[in-house]
């Protein structure tokens, strides 16, 4: 299986766990897109949900594809999201914002009754680190932010697209922190929460209830 392959076997295990009349997360990037997919071919079958996009690309798809697009206000709860990682380890521990849109995927994974992290094999890492870490600042803070993400020890970068500045669906920046291998990631999601202008940081830790990667011989199950 290649990784695209991979990507969609995952997104295909995990839509499985859509069931009739729930509130569905969507998730944001290419993996996303997949199970994105798959949800709308089910709901053209008959699949009775509503949805609550994680990102602005992630809405335009779904009601493209004519899923029931709802807010955080127009829901009580979140029965199930799926979305995908940049990278995760042994104990579940994400990075995520490789699209940009981890604020938004936090907020509504924050609120979720369940988390499926859908992935290719090559996510699965025994260390966190290798892939930049997301950190989303408001733009105000973002010159001032920079020394101190260095200071933490990385090597941080303000994100670019297209020879400018990219911005995400809140309207802030996001800054690329290049830690290598990163030893406590829980202090240092406390650490980065903490920093007056950090809006939200990629690290995604005790979040995820089931990881399911899409391997060379199958998809393997990971659960809490
Ligand atoms: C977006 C994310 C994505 O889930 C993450 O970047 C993985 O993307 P892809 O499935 O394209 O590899 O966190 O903010």
Do not use: W
């Amino acid at each position: 299986m290649n990784e695209d392959a991979q990507k969609l076997a995952a997104a295909q295990a995990a839509v499985d766990y859509i069931k009739d009349g729930m509130v569905v997360g969507l998730g944001t990037g290419s993996t996303a897109a997949k199970m994105v997919d798959l949800v709308g071919a089910r709901v053209k079958d008959g699949l009775d949900i509503v949805a609550v996009p994680t990102s602005e690309a992630t809405a335009a798809q779904a009601k493209g594809l004519g899923i029931k697009v709802v807010g955080l206000d127009e829901v009580s709860v979140i029965d199930l999201t799926i979305d995908g990682t940049d990278e995760v380890d042994p104990e579940m521990r994400l990075i995520k914002g490789g699209g940009g849109a981890h604020l938004r995927e936090k907020i509504v994974a924050s609120l979720s009754d369940q988390l499926i992290i859908i992935a290719e094999n090559k996510k699965m890492v025994d260390t966190l680190g290798a892939f930049k870490l997301p950190v989303e600042v408001v733009p105000f803070a973002a010159g001032a932010l920079l020394p101190k993400m260095e200071a933490l020890g990385s090597e941080p970068a303000i994100r670019q697209k297209d020879g400018d500045n990219f911005y995400t669906d809140e309207g802030n920046l996001i800054i690329d922190c290049a830690f290598g291998a990163i030893d406590n990631p829980e202090e240092l999601a406390i650490t980065l929460s903490t920093m007056a202008g950090v809006v939200e940081h990629g690290l995604f830790i005790n979040f995820a209830d089931m990881v399911l990667v899409g391997t060379e011989t199958g998809v393997k199950k990971f659960e809490a």
